[in-house]
Each structure stands twice: as structure tokens, then as C-alpha cells.
């Protein structure tokens, strides 16, 4: 049988991020002690009263209004607007499988050209890819954390005729652990609102912030322009509970009735017991707030233990402020890369991954050219139950604490460190 499939799927390649998992996770099971520093899902156990929530509404069995609890969707609007000061409201507010399937649907849902800093997460391209969509990874620089700033983004939107585009903002971003200033954010909107630019705010890492300043989101600067996107599996390490939610301000209303008919004609609802286990999480945040807090701070503490090993066996790394990730670079080693044969972050990756058995993503899968020795780093190899289970019996964390806590991230700089010294 002559078999079609539709070429834009066709051509899609399965995402970077699962694929190294599975192959590091092989190469474990095949006795190999690997350190892997390829995916980034969060370590900690969830929240003990979303978990009793979850227990005592195991058997609501009825499928549930399309676009989430009601309850459920107050309790985020509130929560969002009260901590970030924006101004969504709950009839605007539609619970999905997973912050990544809304992500898509209003990708899908939305006309013109999608832009995206680069670099930025892997599955914001082939997003646009499914739907034919001209995508445009827009310039930055590591002077700026990678942060987008806002005369390239004006660049970008000066040379585009179509009158409405798409930006996606990943704040605090996966891959680089930046966080914008609200300077900056400022500045975007500024441009945004120039010209007609609807912005997808990945805020799926909001409540992982550890640098110095608070975390803002863009939807306080660009009201009237801003959907924000957020979910429980990062802060509150759910990800298999699959639940994420799209926050859209009044101004952009008109998509709330199409965005709901596309969700109810392709998953229908969210699992109707999950909504309810995590409903306690913004209903009555005090009951998380601690646990949530504790892991942040454990982000925190292993991304800049990475941070300082990094730059100590010479790579360049902007200093990690948010979610749980960095992204240096083995730039200062080019010429000896180059000499080795390797010319490109995907080669890099897959000869640090065979030789120095450490498991990380190529920068090129973050839109960045190919031979840039760009890598992202996940920085959550470790016992996170146990972790955070002896968090408070730690009076400082200093470097023989991480050593203790982190074996698996010292042990990858040790590996990539040798490595460096004898093969290159
Ligand atoms: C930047 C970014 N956005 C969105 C997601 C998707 O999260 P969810 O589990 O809500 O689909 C992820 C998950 O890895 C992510 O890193």
C-alpha cells in the first residue's frame, strides 16, 4: 500500500529533549554510570496536599467542561494577578494537557510569522513547522544572559509585512536560566505594541526565580497583548500529571471561542481528578508554599554550583537566575575541537555523551548555528526527595555540601573536565 502522511509531520524529528533521555537512560541500563544533564524534569516529589487532593477525587469519572474546573480556573486567575499584578479573569482562562499542547494550539490557532529569541526551547520551532509557519529565531547575545532585547526584536518586525505576528518569551527561560529585567520587558512591549505583535508568555517557570530581582512577566507591561502560559510541572513537579493552563486578556477575547471549540474537538478536558489535585496549589498556595520555595532554592543553589565549576574548567556560562537549566558554551576550546574533527554542538554532544559519559543537548537544537560549541545543561541529576528531605539540616552550602548532595553534577564536571585535559 502506497502510504501518505502529511509532510509536515512527516519531516518532524522526535524531540531532542525526549531522545537524549532515552539514550542516556539505555546507556544506564546497559550498566554505564552516565551523568545525565540532557532532560530537565524536576526532581522534587509533589506537594503532599495536591497529592491527598488528587487521592480523595480519584473517582470523579465524569468528563468536565473543556475548559477546565471553574474552580480551578479562579483559583489561578487570582493567584496570577494577585503575585505577578496582571489582569486576567477566569472566563479567560482554559486548562489543557500540559502548558505544550496549549502552547501548540495557539500557535496552530494564531496567524503570522512566530518569533522566538534564540536560543529558546526546542519544540516552539515544530510547532510552527505543523502548521507551515514561517519561523524566525531572533538574534542575542551572551554579553545579555541571551536575553531578547528589544532593538532586535524592532529589526525583526520592520522587515515582516504581515500585520500580525507572534513572539514566544520564555521567562525565566529554558535553555539559558536567564530572567528578563522589567527594563527590558519594558522596552519589548514598547515594540510589541508598535507592531501588532500578540506575545505567547511561557511562564511555565515563574515560581523558579532565584537571582536577585523579583520575577515580572510581560503581561504587566503589554496588558492588552500578552497570553500567558503556565502549568504545574515544573515548580510544583507535576509533569505527569499533565496539566497546563493559557491565561488571554480581554483584549484579545475573540480567541476564547475558537480556542475553546479546538480544544473541545481534539482532548476534550483535562483529567477531571488531576484538576481537582491541583486545584489546593493556587487555592490555598500556603498549603505548597514552603515545599515550592525549598525546591526553588535547591534550584538555585545546584544551577550556581554548576555555574562556578563551569567557568572553573574555562567555559563561558551566564550566570543561571531561574528554572533549572545553563547554557555554556565550549567556545575557548574551539580550535582543539575543530583539530579533533568536531565542528558541530550536535558532534560535541554525542562525543562528550560516548567518551566523557555526560549526557547534554546540542545548542543547535536551541536555534543556534551548528557549529557554535553551545550545550544546554539540566541541572537536576540528583535525589530530589532525599535533597529536599535534608534541605533544612544544612546550615550552608558551600562547596563540599554540593559535592555531597550533587555527586552525579560534580561528577559530569569532573568527567567533561578530564576530558577536556586529555583528548582535546
Ligand atoms: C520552556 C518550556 N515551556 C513549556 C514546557 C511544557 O510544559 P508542560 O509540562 O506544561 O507541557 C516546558 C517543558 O519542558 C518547557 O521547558
Not at 527561560?173 to 514598547?190: A, M, Q, R, Y
Not at 544551577?303 to 537549566?325: D, W
Not at 544546554?376 to 555540601?401: C, H, P, Q, W
Request: with cysteine; charged share 20%.
Amino acid at each position: 500500500m502506497n502510504t501518505r502522511i502529511n509532510k509536515q509531520i512527516f519531516n518532524l524529528k522526535e524531540s531532542a529533549t525526549l531522545y537524549i533521555n532515552q539514550l542516556a537512560l539505555d546507556l544506564r541500563d546497559k550498566g554505564q554510570n552516565i551523568c545525565h544533564l540532557g532532560f530537565g524534569e524536576s526532581p522534587f516529589p509533589v506537594p503532599k496536599a495536591m497529592q491527598d487532593e488528587l487521592s480523595n477525587n480519584v473517582h470523579k469519572k465524569h468528563y468536565i467542561s473543556g475548559n477546565g474546573l471553574p474552580k480551578l480556573r479562579k483559583a489561578i486567575a487570582k493567584f496570577f494577578n494577585n503575585k505577578f499584578g496582571y489582569n486576567y479573569s477566569y472566563e479567560n482562562i482554559f486548562i489543557g494537557p500540559g502548558s505544550k499542547e496549549l502552547i501548540f494550539q495557539l500557535v496552530y490557532l494564531l496567524d503570522g510569522p512566530l518569533m522566538v529569541p534564540a536560543p529558546s526551547w526546542v519544540s516552539y520551532g515544530p510547532h510552527a513547522t505543523i502548521r507551515s509557519k514561517k519561523f524566525i529565531p531572533i538574534k542575542t547575545d551572551f554579553e545579555n544572559g541571551y536575553r531578547l532585547q528589544a532593538s532586535e526584536l524592532e529589526k525583526i518586525c520592520k522587515l515582516q509585512n504581515n500585520r500580525q505576528k507572534i513572539l514566544i518569551l520564555n521567562n525565566p527561560c529554558n535553555p539559558t536560566g536567564s530572567v528578563h529585567k522589567p527594563g527590558e520587558l519594558k522596552d519589548i512591549s514598547e515594540v510589541c505594541r508598535k507592531h501588532g505583535v500578540i506575545v505567547i508568555s511561557d511562564e511555565i517557570y515563574a515560581l523558579i526565580n532565584f537571582g536577585n530581582e523579583i520575577f515580572e512577566g510581560i503581561a504587566k507591561y503589554y496588558p492588552e497583548g500578552t497570553i500567558t502560559t503556565s502549568g504545574v510541572s515544573k515548580a510544583f513537579s507535576a509533569g505527569g500529571w499533565r496539566l497546563g493552563f493559557a491565561m488571554i486578556p480581554k483584549e484579545l477575547s475573540i480567541i476564547a471561542k475558537p480556542f475553546s471549540a479546538f480544544i473541545s474537538e481534539t482532548f476534550s478536558c483535562v483529567s477531571a481528578p488531576i484538576q481537582h489535585g491541583v486545584l489546593p496549589a493556587f487555592e490555598n498556595y500556603e498549603l505548597v508554599k514552603n515545599h515550592v520555595e525549598n525546591c526553588r532554592d535547591i534550584h538555585g543553589i545546584a544551577g550556581n554550583f554548576l555555574y562556578k565549576k563551569f567557568k572553573e574548567i574555562g567555559l563561558n556560562c551566564p550566570k543561571p537566575e531561574g528554572a533549572f537549566y545553563l547554557f555554556p558554551d565550549f567556545e575557548n576550546f574551539k580550535e582543539l575541537l575543530n583539530s579533533r574533527g568536531i565542528v558541530s554542538s550536535n558532534e560535541l554532544c554525542k562525543v562528550l555523551l560516548k567518551e566523557a559519559h555526560v549526557a547534554l543537548l546540542p545548542g543547535s537544537n536551541f536555534y543556534m548555528n551548528e557549529n557554535f560549541f553551545a550545550v544546554r545543561v539540566a541541572s537536576v541529576d540528583y535525589n530530589g526527595a532525599k535533597v529536599l528531605k535534608d534541605f533544612l539540616k544544612y546550615d550552608k552550602f558551600n562547596e563540599e555540601t554540593c559535592l555531597k548532595i550533587f555527586p552525579n553534577l560534580s561528577k559530569a564536571c569532573d568527567n567533561i573536565d578530564s576530558w577536556l585535559k586529555n583528548n582535546v
